[in-house]
């Protein structure tokens, strides 16, 4: 599992704009060796620049990240992952 406290970025002049290869190379660390893992990218619900970033790597790498509200979701998230044998 990886968490990220932030979304990452390059500044350019005052603007932020998505780090595509950091983010790439943070997530990467949760899969490894054929394994499934889960990602974590902390946000607060009032940073729309975080948001529209999010949104960017959605679309620059084709996948979907899930927005999560509580805890309770990440771990029916982490169950389906994971199920008890």
């Known amino acids: 599992m990886v968490i990220n406290y932030d979304v990452p970025f390059i500044s350019n002049y005052g603007f932020k704009n998505p780090d595509y290869a950091n983010f790439m190379h943070r ?23 975080y948001d529209d970033l999010l949104n960017e790597i959605q679309k620059y790498y084709s996948i979907e990240i899930k927005a999560l509200n509580n805890l309770s979701e990440l771990v029916k998230v982490y169950e389906e992952m994971r199920p008890k044998v």
Not at 27 to 48: I, N, P
Request: proline fraction near 0%; glycine fraction near 18%; charge should be neutral.
């Open 27 to 49: 997530v990467g660390r949760t899969g490894r060796f054929g394994t499934d893992g889960l990602a974590l990218t902390l946000t607060s619900k009032t940073d729309e620049v």
